[in-house]
C-alpha cells in the first residue's frame, strides 16, 4: 500500500486498519506529529490560556497564539487579529451569520448563494433571511457544476448585501469562481464569505488575493484534531461585528450591568478554548505545508484519473459532475443502476472499503441533479493507487451481493 506514496507511513492508522480509506471531504486521517502534538500539549502545558499569570498558562497561552500565527500564514491573512478560532466551519458561518447579517441586513437586501452548497453554508443564510427580511437568491450551475458568469451577472445586483460560497463543492469538486464572485459582490457593495472547507486542505488559498472578506474552514479535514475550525475576516468588519457568544475569556471588564469586549480576535473566543485542538492544528499546517499542496495535488489528480477511467468502463455507474478529473479535486460522486448508494456503502464496509453514501449535508443539490443520494470517494495525500483498485474491484462485487445483471 506504500508503494508510489511517501507520506501513508506517517499515519498510524494505515499501520493496523486494512481498509482502503475514501472518505477524507467528511475528515482526513491524522499524521504521527498532530497526534503526538496534542498528546504533548495535554501532558507539558495543560493549563487554561490567556488568563493565568503562571508559567504552565503562559505557555498555553504562547501555544495557542502561535496557532493563530500558523493559521493566519497558511491563507495568507493580513494579521493574527484577523483569525478567530471555532470549533468548525459550522461554527464560524453561523457567527457571521448571527452577528455580521443579523447586524447589516435589513428587509429588502439580497442573499446570494448557490444551489451547491453545503448546509452549513445555507442554513446560517436561511435563518439571517427570515429575522432580517432579506430575500435569498440561488445561482444554478451547468450540469458539470461550472458557474457560468451570465448567471452570476443575473443574480448578483445592486440590491446584494451578501454573496456566500463554497470555494469546492463537497459532492462534485468543482472550484467555483470564488475571485470573480468577490469582485462581482464589492462592485454591488456587497460581502462575500467563503467556505473554504473542502479548498483549504487540497490547494493553496490566498485571503488577500481572493479579497475574501469572510472565509472559515475546519480543521479535521486538514488532519488536524476535531474541534478545530478558523474564521478570517477582514479587520475593518470584525471589529464593527458585536460578539457571538458572551463570557468568560472574551471580555475587558465587567460590571452588574454592562460590559466592554475584549480586542481582537478574543472578543468572539468566549469560554474556556480548544487550546490542544489549536495545538494540533498548527502540526497539521507544518505538515501540509513540509509535504507542500504540488505533491497533494499530484497525487489526487492521478488517482482521481485513475477512478474514473475505471468508473467510466463500468456501464452501471454515473459520475456527476465534470468528465475532466483534474476539475474534481480528489473528489468523486456517483450512482449505480439498481443500488441505493448507502446498500454500496455498507457492502463495500464488507469488503473493507470505505466511502460516503448520502446527500452529503446538501439536498438541494442532490435534487437539482435528479438524484435522491450519491455514493462518493474522496482522495487524500495519503491514498495509493491499492486504494483505489480495491474500489473498482469491489463495486462488481456490489452488484453480485445485490443479485443485480443476472440473467
Request: hydrophobic share 40%; net charge negative.
Amino acid at each position: 500500500m506504500n508503494i508510489n506514496n511517501p507520506y501513508r507511513k506517517d499515519f498510524p492508522i494505515f499501520r493496523d486498519f486494512p481498509a482502503a480509506y475514501l472518505d477524507s471531504a467528511a475528515t482526513a486521517q491524522r499524521p504521527d506529529c498532530v497526534i503526538e502534538a496534542e498528546k504533548r500539549f495535554y501532558e507539558t502545558m495543560n493549563a487554561n490560556p490567556l488568563r493565568g499569570l503562571y508559567r504552565l498558562s503562559m505557555e498555553a497561552t504562547e501555544a495557542y497564539e502561535d496557532a493563530r500565527e500558523s493559521a493566519a500564514g497558511l491563507i495568507g491573512a493580513k494579521s493574527p487579529a484577523e483569525i478567530v478560532f471555532t470549533r468548525n466551519s459550522t461554527e464560524a458561518l453561523n457567527l457571521v451569520a448571527y452577528s455580521y447579517a443579523l447586524t447589516f441586513l435589513k428587509e429588502g437586501d439580497e442573499i446570494v448563494t448557490t444551489v451547491m452548497e453545503h448546509h452549513s453554508n445555507l442554513l446560517p443564510w436561511q435563518m439571517a433571511a427570515q429575522r432580517t427580511g432579506a430575500v435569498l437568491k440561488f445561482l444554478e450551475p451547468l450540469p458539470d457544476g461550472t458557474l457560468p458568469e451570465e448567471e452570476i451577472d443575473r443574480k448578483i445586483t445592486e440590491k446584494t448585501r451578501l454573496v456566500a460560497v463554497g470555494h469546492i463543492s463537497n459532492v462534485l469538486g468543482i472550484e467555483n469562481p470564488v475571485r470573480l464572485l468577490a469582485q462581482k459582490a464589492h462592485a454591488a457593495g456587497a460581502v462575500i464569505v467563503i467556505d473554504a472547507a473542502q479548498s483549504v486542505p487540497h490547494i493553496p488559498v490566498d485571503v488577500q488575493e481572493l479579497d475574501a472578506d469572510f472565509l472559515v474552514f475546519s480543521g479535521h479535514k486538514l488532519m488536524a484534531p476535531f474541534g478545530i475550525g478558523v474564521l478570517y475576516g477582514k479587520e475593518a468588519l470584525l471589529e464593527k461585528m458585536p460578539p457571538f457568544l458572551r463570557g468568560g475569556e472574551m471580555i475587558e471588564s465587567v460590571s452588574l450591568t454592562e460590559a466592554t469586549f475584549a480586542e481582537l480576535p478574543h472578543k468572539f473566543e468566549a469560554g474556556t478554548v480548544n487550546a490542544a485542538g489549536a495545538y494540533g492544528l498548527k502540526a497539521a499546517i507544518e505538515y501540509l505545508q513540509g509535504v507542500g499542496y504540488q505533491a497533494v495535488r499530484e497525487i489526487e489528480d492521478n488517482l482521481t484519473a485513475l477512478l474514473m477511467e475505471g468508473l467510466k468502463e463500468l456501464p452501471y455507474v454515473h459520475i456527476q459532475g465534470s468528465e475532466d478529473p483534474k476539475k474534481h479535486n480528489g473528489i468523486v460522486s456517483f450512482t449505480m443502476d439498481g443500488a441505493h448508494p448507502h446498500d454500496i456503502s455498507s457492502i463495500l464496509d464488507g469488503f473493507d472499503i470505505n466511502i460516503r453514501a448520502g446527500h452529503h449535508c446538501a439536498e438541494p443539490l442532490m435534487r437539482f441533479l435528479g438524484v435522491g443520494s450519491t455514493a462518493r470517494a474522496s482522495l487524500y495525500l495519503y491514498n495509493t493507487k491499492g486504494d483505489v483498485e480495491r474500489l473498482l474491484e469491489g463495486l462488481p462485487k456490489v452488484r453480485e451481493t445485490l443479485g443485480l445483471d443476472r440473467v
